[in-house]
């Protein structure tokens, strides 16, 4: 017969040790790890937001607002209310020459009358200044109507990121083209501009970039404009009075080397109109377009030449310019064809000596 084993009860001093051992050691599944209930129900406790229910969703439309705004924000789709004095009016090179009196009138009365609805366009440049991309006549505008109030003025702006010089340059073409046609000598105009501050690298380029949505060819017609612009904008007084075919005589005849010439006759013309300053050029052109044709090679047509490095306009009409092409530096001459063979010799050693001069440093 088996014996009996007397059990006795622990003592209340055998029970507080035994307590004392589970507080320290709290009790563990298999492996060692807590009882899974009492984990996950520990981890939900500690992430509970102790808030009431409708204190979590006003916290949760207020964030998602914050980050609506952020997005806004930096994609440039926000209006905000910025001081003139802090734009930049000539951040960019603008393409109109003029605006008309009667329709500048016009603008300041309605954005007085019924204040500014369109906002223009600024970029960020940082430290609160901004550079204006489209929008100079409401500009020009909002600044007539504080001068004549005596008032700080001000402008409802949409701010966009810091955009590369060449997308803001087609920013700004398109709008003018939008509300107030730009006539063909400003579009060349603005294409050799933008150009020539670096924005692009080369005349050609501008003009695929600025006028993307254009046809193949009103660039071509763009670029002939543009050329008209780079070799005699400085002594045109009428040049956006120039028709499209009067703009391309002026560019085949200055493609056939009368620039020169061109620009000695608006030198000598002191003329009081569009219709005077014509008639100077067009007295040249027939000249030009007496003369035989040069010679065509075949292949493809050839590229516009990169903005000039440097460039002088001499006294006597003739233009001297020095471009880069890869590792050369490329000299050119125009407007001495009257030079015998011995001052062209002349001419080309006093040339040589300058450069090894400088070379020297």
Known sequence: MARRRTLEAPDPKALAEIEAGFAAKPMTGPGGFAAPIAQVAAEAASGRDARPAPDRAEAARVASQAAAWREAQAEGRLIETLPLDRIQVNHLSR????TDAEAMEELTASIRANGQRLPIEVMDLGEGRYGLISGWRRMRALALIGAEDGTAPVARAIVRPVVEAGAAYAAMVEENEVRAQLTPYERGRIAAVAAHLGAFPSMEAAVDEI??????AKRSKIRSFALVHYELGDLLSHGRALSEAAGLRLASALRGGFAAKLRAALERCEARDAAEEWAALEAVLASAEAAPA?????????RDAPPPLAEARLADGARAVVRGEGAKLVL?????EGLDEAARQALAERMLELVEQALRG
């Open 95 to 98: 393409d109109r020459i003029e």
């Open 211 to 216: 006028f993307a949505a254009a046809s193949k």
């Open 294 to 302: 040069p010679r065509q090679r075949g292949g493809r047509p050839r």
């Open 332 to 336: 050119t001459l125009d407007g001495q």
